[in-house]
């Protein structure tokens, strides 16, 4: 199957997005995913995948922490700069509200997040699959931010 093929078919499955963010050496780096998955209970681990080529790689492997900010239907900015490769790690971060109380950057009013730590990192071709436990989170309130066939969706309301 050609790469296009592949991804036209994945797009097919709706997921939520997410921007993962470490601290490393006193400064911010963070990535938009949507590979996310739950993979445990006990322990409690999650895994998530990252482009190889990707600058944040690095960061978070010597930091060895992270966080795991679930975006509401209204961060489709937010997704779009951390997944905007031509953006510096800091033009990333400019006018987000951070949470200051947490050893990686969590992102204020989000539907969600998960601080981790990294279990294991093993190789998928061209990304890596991070699997990482789950040290603390919390739920706030809103709708998820949605993709799903190269587009962001929401949650429609059941009639």
Same mark, same amino acid.
């Given at each position: ?33 949507? +590979?996310?998955? =739950? ?23 010597? +930091? ?14 937010? =997704? ?9 790690? *800091? ?23 998960? *601080? ?18 789950? +040290? ?21 309301? *059941?009639?």
């Amino acid at each position: 199957m050609n790469k296009q093929d592949f991804r036209n078919v994945c797009g097919q499955f709706a997921t939520g997005v997410a921007v993962v963010t470490t601290a490393n050496k006193g400064r911010h780096y963070g990535l938009t995913v949507n +590979s996310f998955t =739950s993979v445990s209970l006990d322990p409690p681990l999650v895994l998530f995948c990252v482009d190889r080529m990707a600058r944040f790689n690095e960061q978070v492997q010597q +930091s060895g922490v992270l966080a795991i900010n679930f975006l509401k239907k209204q961060h489709k900015d937010i =997704s779009n700069r951390f997944a905007n490769p031509k953006l510096s790690a *800091e033009e990333r971060f400019i006018g987000v509200a951070l949470s200051k109380e947490h050893p990686a950057p969590v992102l204020e009013n989000t539907l969600a997040y998960m *601080e981790c730590s990294v279990e294991a990192i093993h190789e998928g071709g061209d990304h890596y699959i991070y699997v990482v436990k789950v +040290s603390s989170g919390a739920v706030k309130s809103g709708d998820p931010l949605l993709y799903f066939g190269g587009n962001y969706r929401s949650v429609m309301p *059941e009639s």
